[in-house]
């Protein structure tokens, strides 16, 4: 059975989005109507929409490369997740139900399990998404996760080469634990909710091990 045109799109956003298409893969017409068996114009609207969403860049000549990571692009999306989060975590503690911590606490268990039992990091992650995006919809605010998600190509990048450490999935479940205690209201008068929500999301920023590790993958001018 053929798949169809948004159905390729959504895999080849996956792929791009954990890696297994690195940036600078070529992503070849003749290739891809192999692997999906659809003619060219079909797979040549999809590569033109995945360019539209930053997932790739297309060169007159030299063909379809898979986008390198905006370090730019990045920062936007942490300031702006950082500035909205703050204002969320403050609301929603407002409003907190028993019914609201018992769903974050077995996000939380999970994600203690996955560190525990070695899983892939990308399902600790997929479950850090889980925690804030529930986050978001508890306050009303679902719809602006999901367009965050729209312009999250490079972030999602950075993120899973970033976060290839125990130690670092590590502190951010601890870092979970602290805001959910925050939203209980069990947090102690030192507690101060912006500094630990700035270094949750922004840890390791600016992190010249990073750029040195994955110079590779990073988007330099005129590239």
Not at 191 to 211: G, K, R, V
Request: net charge negative; glycine share 2%.
């Amino acid at each position: 059975m053929k798949l169809k045109k948004l159905e390729i799109i959504e895999i080849l956003k996956k792929e791009i989005s954990d890696l297994t298409l690195k940036p600078g893969n070529l992503l070849s017409e003749a290739t891809l109507t192999d692997r999906f068996q659809l003619s060219r114009t079909p797979i040549r609207d999809v590569l033109k929409q995945l360019e539209k969403e930053g997932y790739i860049k297309i060169y007159p000549q030299r063909g379809s490369i898979v986008s390198y990571i905006d370090l730019h692009s990045v920062e936007q999306i942490i300031y702006l997740r950082t500035t909205l989060e703050k204002d969320i975590f403050k609301n929603l503690s407002e409003t907190f139900t028993l019914a609201m911590s018992h769903q974050l606490m077995s996000i939380i268990k999970l994600q203690e399990s996955s560190i525990q039992e070695d899983e892939n990091f990308h399902r600790f992650l997929e479950l850090d998404d889980h925690f804030h995006r529930s986050c978001f919809k508890l306050i009303g605010r679902e719809f602006l996760w999901d367009l965050i998600q729209n312009f999250n190509v490079h972030y999602l990048r950075y993120r899973n080469l970033n976060m290839r450490n125990q130690n670092k999935l590590s502190l951010l479940l601890d870092e979970h634990k602290q805001l959910l205690t925050f939203l209980q209201g069990n947090t102690s008068t030192d507690f101060d909710l912006d500094l630990l929500l700035t270094h949750h999301l922004q840890s390791d920023l600016n992190s010249f091990e990073f750029i040195e590790e994955f110079e590779s993958y990073i988007l330099i001018e005129n590239q």
